[in-house]
């Protein structure tokens, strides 16, 4: 009787598990493509198609698990399986593209995330009232879910999450309860981090439309790297997500980085530093009283660096802005790394080297090799295709300051922090490019983003993780290792106990098999070349046993 009961067990304990993954997996579908249990999983970054697709760079040696090009994609490209974020531009209560085109995307591709436009406050991007957003968000969120239930609609991210476009998301929910008579449904909460002056008519990122105040908060364009400021926005805008009755929802960071250049001080070594800063803290930030109960009471869920391939801020032609991991240049792969893309890839190869399971708490299997860096892919579109808005985005701001923005920040800059000109795009930089954009890349890099060996692109990489302390995230995300080596079998974390967490990594590779970019023989617990519900029960079936003593 009592091995009856313990097969029942067992045998019910993986199917909620099976059940369980699905759930997440369609939930995690449009972030990442994949179950987020993986630290690095948690890592995107933004491409600029007018400059190079994702297929054109090197990603996987990024160890990113998402990204955005701020489009619509009936197929988009996926390298190695990694997720991609459909984005619906919304500007003045319009949106692009229609509900015509959007049908069979939609369709074709279930469970992704879908974000209702970038920026819809800035009045240089979406540009839309609370009211106009309320109705748009609305009419999008409904024809979406109709086609796809699994599908995780998230709201547009605000530049930045102050008390003034706190204001701003207030005056959309009470419109959208007052108009429909229910609660705005978000399935996942979507901010920026761009640390940027409110002031109307000034530099920066102006007044949310359809507000009547000309200040919010005074940010000077010397904290556009502060990351004190960066902590403090994110956790003001978890709080504000509690007292609003959503702290059960998933929190992501859509786009963020360091957008001034290096004539105003903000050169790759402060850069570096500010992105090795905010990395760790988003892995580590956690909160009972804030985060989010299912992700370990984690502050934010998914953040996304700006960017993958921009060009450079040109003093001369206000385009451009900084922090690039690719010379934009060289959209040929595997692409040029710059400087802070040697910097994010040392970090990312640091984290992923931390996170391995001990290898004596897993089953003794052969791994496969590494894919190495020379491999090259066949991109399936060129990059040189240039996005053309739809007839349906009225009003599309260009990336030419308008006059009643000045052309440099109130604020003199210190003897260490001249300047010869300021940067005049102030808003974050997705807006469709204009045709001052130079389209073709030029043979020669620049000072700023010189790569450190030009003959062999490939060389800029370092194989081994740099020793800086910065460079290494927290070991609290890191199984530890036990001191007294064990096989306890089905411990795959190395904590000396099986658990859910254990199940977990398996179900992180679900659906994989030999010759997936995310195939992991340690999770292959059978040994048969995929992993599937068997690996799952080979766990389950030692659920709750622990370590001798």
């Known amino acids: 009787m009592k091995m009856v009961k313990r097969i029942w067990f067992i045998c019910s304990l993986a199917l909620v598990s099976t059940l369980f993954l699905v759930l997440l997996c369609n939930s995690a579908q449009g972030q990442g493509g994949h179950c987020p249990l993986w630290p690095s999983d948690r890592f995107g970054v933004g491409v600029q198609t007018r400059f190079g697709l994702i297929t054109d760079f090197d990603v996987a040696s990024l160890h990113i698990g998402w990204y955005s090009d701020w489009k619509t994609q009936l197929h988009p490209l996926r390298?190695?399986?990694?997720g991609y974020a459909q984005l619906i531009w919304v500007d003045q209560g319009n949106f692009s593209p229609g509900i015509a085109q959007l049908g069979p995307i939609v369709d074709a591709?279930?469970?992704?995330?879908?974000?209702?436009?970038n920026e819809p406050e800035c009045i240089y991007q979406g540009n839309s009232t609370p009211q106009q957003y309320a109705a748009v968000y609305k009419q999008l969120y409904d024809f979406i879910k109709g086609r796809d239930p699994s599908a995780q609609v998230a709201i547009g991210g605000v530049v930045e999450p102050t008390p003034l476009r706190l204001k701003w998301l207030d005056l959309v929910l009470s419109h959208y309860l007052a108009t429909y008579g229910q609660t705005m449904p978000v399935d996942v909460w979507n901010i920026h981090v761009q640390i940027l002056r409110e002031r109307r008519g000034s530099y920066g990122c102006d007044i949310p439309a359809g507000l009547t105040e000309d200040t919010g908060r005074l940010y000077d364009w010397t904290q556009n790297a502060n990351i004190d400021i960066f902590r403090?926005?994110?956790?003001?805008?978890?709080?504000?997500?509690?007292?609003?009755?959503?702290?059960?929802?998933p929190l992501i960071i859509s786009e963020y980085g360091v957008l001034y250049p290096p004539e105003y001080g903000y050169t790759p070594a402060v850069v570096n530093a500010f992105m090795n800063a905010s990395f760790d803290y988003l892995l580590t930030a956690k909160d009972a009283a804030l985060g989010y109960p299912a992700d370990e009471n984690r502050l934010v869920q998914r953040w996304l660096w700006y960017s993958l391939n921009e060009?450079?801020?040109?003093?001369?032609?206000?385009?451009?802005f900084n922090g690039a991991l690719y010379d934009y240049r060289y959209p040929t792969y595997p692409g040029v790394l710059t400087a802070v893309g040697v910097n994010f890839k040392n970090y990312m190869d640091a984290l992923v080297a931390a996170a391995t399971p001990p290898a004596t708490c897993t089953p003794t299997v052969t791994p496969t090799p590494t894919q190495t860096s020379t491999s090259t892919p066949t991109p399936t579109q060129t990059g040189t295709s240039t996005?053309?808005?739809?007839?349906?985005?009225?009003?599309?701001?260009?990336?030419?300051?308008?006059?009643?923005?000045t052309a440099s920040p109130s604020a003199t800059p210190s003897a260490t922090q001249t300047p010869t000109a300021s940067p005049t795009q102030t808003c974050t930089p997705t807006a469709t490019p204009t045709s001052s954009r130079t389209a073709s890349p030029s043979a020669t890099p620049s000072a700023t983003q010189t790569p450190t060996t030009s003959a062999t692109p490939t060389s800029t990489w370092t194989a081994t993780p740099t020793a800086s302390p910065s460079a290494t995230p927290s070991a609290t995300l890191t199984p530890t290792p036990t001191t007294t080596p064990h096989t306890l079998p089905g411990d795959l974390d190395g904590d000396c106990d099986v658990d859910v967490v254990d199940i977990m990594l398996v179900a992180s590779r679900w659906g994989t098999a030999q010759g997936d970019a995310r195939y992991d023989p340690r999770y292959d617990l059978d040994s048969d070349g995929d992993i599937?519900?068997?690996?799952?029960?080979?766990?389950?079936?030692?659920?709750?046993?622990?370590c001798e003593p």
Request: net charge positive; glycine share 12%.
């Open 109 to 117: 591709n279930p469970g992704y995330l879908w974000i209702i436009g």
């Open 532 to 546: 599937d519900i068997v690996d799952i029960m080979a766990v389950a079936i030692h659920w709750g046993e622990r």
């Open 79 to 82: 390298p190695g399986g990694i």
């Open 387 to 405: 996005p053309t808005p739809t007839a349906t985005r009225t009003g599309t701001p260009t990336n030419t300051p308008t006059a009643t923005r």
């Open 232 to 249: 403090q926005l994110i956790v003001e805008f978890r709080t504000w997500m509690k007292q609003k009755g959503f702290q059960n929802k």
């Open 311 to 320: 060009q450079p801020y040109n003093l001369s032609t206000g385009q451009g």
